[in-house]
C-alpha cells in the first residue's frame, strides 16, 4: 500500500464536534477499502487567504493515510460531493512525519528577526556605520524666512 498525506478544508459554520465527525467518516471509508489511517491532526479554525465559497476562515485537517489508491480515489470522490469541504489534497510521501507536523510546532519568539533592524543574517544598521554627526541647530546658520517683516 502507498503512503499519503491528506488535508481538507471545512467550512467556517460548522463545529469542532462536526469536524471529528467528518474525520472519522471518511476514516471508516479508508478502512472500508483496505486503509488505514495514521496521525490525525486538526490544526482548528485558520484564516484564509482568498475566499472560498463566501468563507473567510476553514477547519484545517491533516491526515496520514496508508490505503490503496483507489481507497484515496473514494474518500475524494465523497469530499467532491460534500458540501461541508471547501478543498482536499491528497499527497503521495515516501514515509510519514514523526511528531507533530510543521504547523503544530510553536515556533520560539526569539528566534524570528526583530523589526528594528537586527537580523542576523542581514546585519543592522552598524555594517553601514555610524551616522555623520549634523552637530547642533546653533552651529548652523540661520536662513532668512521671506514672509518676515
Same mark, same amino acid.
Given at each position: ?115 528594528? %533592524?537586527? *537580523? #542576523? /543574517? @542581514? $546585519?543592522?544598521?552598524? =555594517? &553601514? %556605520?555610524? *551616522? #555623520? /554627526? @549634523? $552637530?547642533?541647530?546653533? =552651529? &548652523?546658520?540661520? *536662513? #532668512? ?5
Amino acid at each position: 500500500m502507498a503512503l499519503y498525506e491528506h488535508v481538507f478544508l471545512a467550512r467556517q459554520d460548522i463545529s469542532a464536534q462536526q469536524v471529528d465527525a467528518l474525520v472519522e467518516q471518511y476514516k471508516g471509508v479508508l478502512e472500508a477499502n483496505g486503509g488505514k489511517v495514521g496521525r490525525v491532526e486538526n490544526w482548528g479554525l485558520k484564516s484564509l487567504t482568498y475566499r472560498i465559497n463566501k468563507n473567510r476562515k476553514a477547519h484545517y485537517v491533516l491526515m496520514d493515510i496508508d490505503a490503496p489508491a483507489p481507497a484515496v480515489h473514494e474518500i475524494e470522490r465523497q469530499m467532491r460531493i460534500n458540501e461541508d469541504v471547501l478543498r482536499y489534497m491528497t499527497i503521495a510521501v515516501e514515509k510519514h512525519e514523526d511528531g507533530p507536523s510543521a504547523m503544530m510546532q510553536k515556533r520560539d519568539r526569539d528566534d524570528r528577526p526583530r523589526r528594528d %533592524g537586527d *537580523r #542576523p /543574517d @542581514r $546585519g543592522g544598521f552598524g =555594517d &553601514r %556605520g555610524p *551616522r #555623520p /554627526d @549634523r $552637530g547642533d541647530r546653533e =552651529d &548652523r546658520p540661520r *536662513r #532668512p524666512r521671506e514672509d518676515r517683516a
